[in-house]
């Protein structure tokens, strides 16, 4: 019986056409392509190549190949969780494997454009209590607004506690000083 999870077996099986597309792990595209078996492509939500415009071409793909376009016209309003919730972390997997040349700069510049709403978000957030964009957060980002909304309350624990800064005994006392000079 075979093995289901190994790959020598999968492989062996030859239920793939040469030339076809399929969706496989992350962990085992890694694998193969290391073994210089298979080529990956871009996951539609990294997607930047855009295809001649062809009319025939469905209305789902065209809006699949506008991803880039959107993100990079405005990253704060594009919700990212809906595409890949873990969309940095699988991006920087992506660059790892050289798949697009492109993916990390491009990376690089979202999470620059959404950092700066993010973090006022989290500033303001325990005022408002307005948290209707946290579902469109990616996890790394959700985690970035929770350690921003954390230290927010940890300065505003701190600022409330009273003095912190007190005057020494010793500054208090006055000092007995001789009639006599030091130098006669």
């Known amino acids: 019986m075979a093995n289901y999870y190994d790959i020598q077996d999968i492989l062996m099986q030859d239920e793939v056409a040469r030339g076809s597309v399929v969706d ?56 990212l969780h809906s ?16 798949v697009d040349p492109t993916l990390g700069p491009f990376l690089l510049t979202t999470l620059q454009g959404r950092y700066k709403d993010l973090l006022c978000k ?9 948290l209707k964009f946290l579902p469109h957060l990616t996890e790394e ?3 970035l607004f929770e350690a921003g909304r954390d230290s927010v309350k940890a300065f505003k624990k701190w ?5 912190r800064i007190e005057k020494a005994a010793i500054l208090g006392r006055k000092r007995n000083r001789d009639a006599t000079p030091i130098w006669s």
């Not at 595409?83 to 050289?98: H, R």
């Not at 989290?122 to 307005?130: Q, R, V, Y």
Request: with cysteine; charged share 20%; net charge positive.
């Open 141 to 143: 980002e959700t985690r």
């Open 122 to 130: 989290a500033l303001t957030a325990t005022l408002s209590g307005n």
């Open 24 to 79: 496989l792990p992350l962990w085992l595209a890694q694998d193969l392509v290391q073994r210089q078996i298979l080529h990956i492509k871009l996951p539609s939500c990294f997607n930047a190549r855009h295809e001649q415009c062809r009319p025939n071409l469905p209305l789902i793909l065209e809006n699949v190949l506008r991803v880039r376009k959107e993100v990079q016209a405005d990253p704060a309003c594009v919700d």
């Open 83 to 98: 595409k890949c919730p873990f969309y940095y972390e699988m991006g920087c997997k992506l660059v790892e494997l050289s």
């Open 159 to 163: 600022r409330l506690q009273g003095p």
